[in-house]
């Protein structure tokens, strides 16, 4: 069954070395900026995703004020670090959009983590795609249309491979049902990252 229109899946794009180099990267920006647990608008109820972002701006959310994005980390109150030179070039190579991305959502799986089925529209500039990133354990990802009631197909995510959602794909129904536990060896405590970088505002 093919992708919708705009929804494309590169598997492998990163090879294990730039795999590597960008966990190398990653642990940097988890020191200066420490991953915590985000909280769903309204009901705080905890995800099961822990995250911290690099950029610009970084996607947030808690209880009382909900989805956003923010220069600082809500814990520390610091700005977040850069996006690695790695994820600007990969951004380049795919994006089709000829301005930066502002932000990378960092987000990492535990074996039992998951993601509901949501669309990525806390951005202004909707031309920009999502460009996407897995590494670490393997998972299963579910993409559908633009309305939530549409029907979905799911497929599994490996580590180095590359999502985007562009075009008409950029507002797809998407989530992660589950993770593939021990299917990696990336990560030495397992798990699953996922890169996930954005422009937010529309250039001036
Ligand atoms: O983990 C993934 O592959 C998707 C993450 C995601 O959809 C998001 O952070 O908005
Ligand atoms: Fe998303």
């Given at each position: ?19 590597e ?18 909280a ?7 995800m ?16 009382e ?28 190579e ?11 959502l ?43 009631s ?15 959602l ?10 992660v ?9 990336l ?18």
């Amino acid at each position: 069954m093919s992708l919708p229109s705009g929804v494309r899946h590169i598997p492998g794009h990163l090879d294990r070395p730039e795999q590597e180099k960008l966990v190398g990267a990653l642990r940097e920006i988890v020191r200066a900026a420490p991953l915590y647990t985000p909280a769903m608008p309204s009901t705080g109820k905890e995800m099961s995703v822990r995250m911290t972002n690099c950029g610009t701006l970084g996607w947030v959310t808690d209880k009382e004020r909900g989805y956003r994005y923010q220069a600082t980390h809500p814990v520390t109150g610091e700005r977040w670090p850069p996006i690695p030179e790695m994820l600007l070039t990969l951004w380049r190579e795919l994006s089709d959009y000829p301005h930066p991305p502002e932000a990378c959502l960092v987000n990492f799986y535990s074996d039992t983590a998951k993601m509901g089925l949501h669309q990525d529209r806390d951005e202004a500039d909707l031309d920009a795609p999502v460009v996407s990133v897995s590494l670490g354990d393997a998972c299963l990802f579910r993409v559908g249309g633009t309305t939530r009631s549409g029907s979905t197909q799911s497929l599994r995510l490996e580590s180095g491979d590359v999502v985007v959602l562009g075009g008409a794909g950029r507002l797809c129904f998407h989530g992660v049902d589950r993770i593939y536990p021990g299917t990696s060896d990336l990560l030495p405590k397992g798990g699953r990252i996922n890169l996930t970088l954005r422009r937010v505002t529309r250039p001036v």
